[in-house]
């Protein structure tokens, strides 16, 4: 079974396409994890939200108990701009340090300027995101 990291941005239809594959982000999400935090920004999951619809697509996929599920906090929203900080952050280490992750920098790096290319147009639009994460 594999994870994928995806971007979720706020209403029925933000007008752009919103996809991202995830899957090199989901798959070093600790070691991304951990660097954010050397270089002093939010790290991904931070974003991470959900509401009982999109967890129960989770459930259905086997992922996570049903009783789990009733305790979740409202969706949360978040500003492009502080995506964009830690995205850019990362970034900027990785192409100065393209050995850090091995083989997985070069898929690591287009997701993120995936996210990237979302996120600037979110906030060209004024809108919010969070991130989600799908198993398959």
């Known amino acids: ?9 706020e209403g029925e239809d933000p007008g752009f396409d919103i996809f991202v594959n995830g899957r090199a982000l989901a798959r070093n999400e600790d070691a991304l994890e951990k660097l954010a935090s050397r270089l002093g920004v ?3 999951l931070d974003f ?9 697509l989770l459930l259905e996929e086997g992922a996570g108990d049903p009783e789990w599920v009733k ?3 409202p969706p949360q929203w978040f500003s492009p701009e502080d995506g964009l900080e ?11 340090n393209p050995l850090s992750l091995g083989s997985e920098t070069v898929p690591v790096v287009s997701e993120l ?9 979110t906030s ?3 809108l919010r995101w969070q991130l989600a994460v799908s198993w398959r």
Do not use: G, H, Q
């Open 1 to 9: 079974m594999s994870a994928s990291m995806y971007i979720v941005v």
């Open 42 to 44: 939010k790290p991904l």
């Open 48 to 56: 991470f939200s959900a509401d009982e619809n999109s967890m129960a």
């Open 71 to 73: 305790t979740l906090p």
């Open 86 to 96: 830690t995205i850019r952050t990362l970034l900027a280490f990785l192409r100065c």
């Open 113 to 121: 300027e995936e996210y990237e290319r979302v996120l600037c147009k």
């Open 124 to 126: 060209e639009r004024s």
